[in-house]
């Protein structure tokens, strides 16, 4: 989907710095295409952003492939590892012992708190892990193009979470991600729900939050993102095409 260009500027690094990635292993290199050319998914935008976000807290390049592959209190016993490593560094790392800090729980990596206490809030209600693990790696492509809108819309993301028909919802898409199943009948009633949803948004005029920036790459890569992680979500935009919406990222009424 993306060029090496596209890619480094998306996550904020040099063209450089990725085909530096690709030689220590840090970053797989994709395949070319038939035009000669290598192509980046949103799989390796996310990947990226996470490698630099570590890097940028001083993390040694290393160590940074073995903490993304880490479990929870593996990944933690290295930041405090490395932490107690720069207090001899003191006020030149001091920036990065912070950010090394912040680093202990896992969702914090390359977001801000309001989005960490919205997934927070997430498995309040019943979504599973895996499922917060989606939301998380999407919001990390979302912050990255607007670190600075993120924060504005978490307290109405977070409302939403009070209507009983969004929980459900993630509590059958929980569900879904769980099983295998191509043709589950629960896709059908995720779908109902968040056309549902749409229509109730669009009645009322509610605007998506990404509308204002006429930037459709994020979402792109929100449905790249899905692509890459569940199969069945192809299907799952054909449901919503059949209920008369373009997809779920960015719902815009068909015809």
């Given at each position: ?41 949103a ?12 890097a ?14 880490a ?31 912040q ?69 059958v898409?929980?569900?879904l ?35 204002a ?29 059949e ?13």
């Amino acid at each position: 989907m993306l060029t090496i260009g596209q890619l480094a500027a998306y996550a904020g690094v040099t063209v450089r710095a990725v085909r530096h990635y690709h030689q220590i292993g840090l970053l797989p290199e994709p395949e070319r295409d038939a035009s000669g050319y290598r192509r980046y998914g949103a799989t390796a935008v996310v990947s990226l952003i996470k490698i630099r976000t570590l890097a940028n807290a001083g993390v040694p390049l290393n160590r940074i492939g073995q903490m993304l592959e880490a479990d929870a209190s593996t990944f933690t016993a290295a930041v405090q590892r490395i932490d107690s490593q720069l207090r001899d560094e003191i006020e030149r790392l001091e920036t990065s012992r912070k950010q090394i800090a912040q680093l202990v729980a896992g969702d914090s990596l390359a977001l801000p708190p309001e989005v960490i206490s919205y997934l927070d809030r997430l498995r309040e209600i019943g979504a599973s892990e895996r499922m917060v693990q989606g939301e998380r790696d999407g919001w990390i492509l979302v912050a990255a193009r607007w670190p600075d809108r993120v924060r504005e819309w978490m307290p109405g993301k977070l409302a939403q979470l009070e209507d009983p028909r969004l929980v459900r919802l993630y509590r059958v898409l929980s569900e879904l991600i769980e099983g295998d199943t191509a043709d589950d009948p629960r896709l059908e009633e995720a779908a109902d729900i968040m056309a549902e949803l749409a229509e109730q948004a669009y009645t009322s005029g509610e605007n998506n939050p990404g509308e204002a920036e006429h930037d459709d790459l994020p979402f792109d890569l929100l449905d790249a993102l899905a692509d890459e992680t569940d199969p069945r979500a192809e299907r799952m935009r054909d449901l919503m095409r059949e209920r008369g919406w373009s997809g779920w990222n960015r719902m815009e009424r068909l015809g």
